[in-house]
């Protein structure tokens, strides 16, 4: 069974960085069927795709086009887990982020499972 | 940029059936796009109920279906149940990446 626990802290500063850190157990950060997501909710812009990573013999990142000047998602194969960096954040920026795997094998693509979810507030 | 826009909200009647759907700005969906549907109930995350169309997750109640309709993707509950009030989300594939819809509030009335 596969879970994913995320960790973070809840409060950011204006202009500062978001970081957020997804663990991966049941599975491996370097599956060659897997990719892993983080995905933000707010009431004003909803549930947001910010981006992924993946492993296909070389690594590989795809992000939304409406934060890829500012996002870094980041393996990291000794932990099997992955990060969020979001930079120069703005009280817009406010959402409970989460962390996602989606999973393709056979024509088929599932999203899930789910992280818990972090409330992450710019603010000063 | 690309929209997926689902009905705001809908309301059934219990042991009713009703169906939510999910357009594509870029026209129709097709199984392609390997329409998934969430369920969200209040202070929790999404729950996953279909993948790729209509395949279902082992703990999907069986009263959950999900299609293609009309050049959409569908949701179509049978027999809803009070517990089903809740939020979907829908989310589709665009070739590197997922784009959600707004979700559809359900209520159960």
């Known amino acids: 069974q596969v879970q994913l626990q995320q960790s973070g802290p809840g409060l950011v500063k204006p202009s500062q960085t978001l970081s957020l850190t997804c663990a991966i157990s049941?599975?491996?950060?370097?599956?060659?069927?897997?990719?892993w997501n983080w995905i933000r909710q707010s009431p004003s812009r909803g549930l947001e795709w910010l981006g992924r990573?993946?492993?296909?013999?070389?690594?590989?990142?795809e992000y939304a086009v409406s934060v890829k000047s500012r996002i870094t998602i980041n393996p990291d194969t000794s932990k099997n887990q992955f990060s969020l960096q979001l930079n120069s954040v703005t009280p817009e920026d406010t959402a409970v982020y989460y962390c996602?795997?989606?999973?393709?094998?056979?024509?088929?693509?599932?999203?899930?499972?789910w992280g818990q979810g972090t409330l992450v507030t710019v603010s000063s | 940029q690309t929209v997926v826009t689902q009905e705001p909200s809908l309301t059934v009647s219990p042991g009713g059936t009703v169906t939510l759907t999910c357009a594509s700005s870029?026209?129709?969906?097709?199984?392609?796009?390997?329409p998934n549907w969430f369920q969200q109930i209040p202070g929790q995350a999404p729950r996953a109920l279909i993948y790729?169309?209509?395949k279902k997750h082992s703990w999907t109640p069986a009263r959950f279906s999900g299609s293609l309709l009309g050049g959409k993707a569908a949701l179509t509950l049978s027999g809803v149940q009070p517990e089903d009030e809740a939020e979907y989300y829908c989310?589709?594939?665009?070739?590197?990446?997922?784009?959600f819809g707004g979700g559809t509030k359900l209520t159960v009335l």
């Open positions: 996602a795997r989606d999973f393709y094998t056979s024509g088929w693509y599932s999203v899930d499972p």
């Open positions: 990573t993946y492993y296909r013999s070389k690594w590989y990142n």
């Open positions: 049941g599975d491996s950060v370097s599956s060659n069927s897997a990719a």
């Open positions: 870029t026209g129709a969906v097709t199984s392609s796009f390997y």
């Open positions: 790729s169309t209509s």
């Open positions: 989310l589709l594939y665009y070739g590197g990446a997922w784009v």
